[in-house]
Nanobody
Framework: QVQLVESGGGLVQPGGSLRLSCAAS????????MGWYRQAPGKQRELVAT???????NYADSVKGRFTILREDGKNTVLLQMNSLKPEDTAVYYC???????????WGQGTQVTVSS
């Protein structure tokens, strides 16, 4: 079992920055890929960014060049640095991890990000 706790969400003006953090606990040695997803009101949950155990990253086209995903394995943490935020980035952001050899996905409880003037 893996438990995930997100933090760092809030209200920010367009053009501003936020850093989201997700701390994992439990069976952390089984974690492989880590990622962030988001869900805006009335929309499906979508991928924001992922990072593999080897450090390879993948980003949604809508956030490329503005968001950066980082993992700190020594702290069992994955971060999402969000710069140049836009109103369309407003959503609940969820942390997600995969585990191996038991193939499972775990999700955090979500943290609200609101971009508004």
């Amino acid at each position: 079992q893996v438990q995930l706790v997100e933090s760092g969400g809030g209200l920010v003006q367009p053009g501003g920055s936020l850093r989201l953090s997700c701390a994992a606990s439990g069976s952390v040695l089984t974690i492989t890929n880590m990622g962030w997803y988001r869900q805006a009101p009335g929309k499906q949950r979508e991928l924001v960014a992922t990072i593999t155990a080897g450090g390879s990253t993948n980003y949604a086209d809508s956030v490329k060049g503005r968001f950066t995903i980082l993992r700190e394995d020594g702290k069992n943490t994955v971060l999402l640095q969000m710069n140049s935020l836009k109103p369309e980035d407003t959503a609940v952001y969820y942390c997600q991890v995969d585990t191996y050899p038991i193939l499972r996905q775990y999700w955090g409880q979500g943290t609200q990000v609101t971009v508004s003037s």
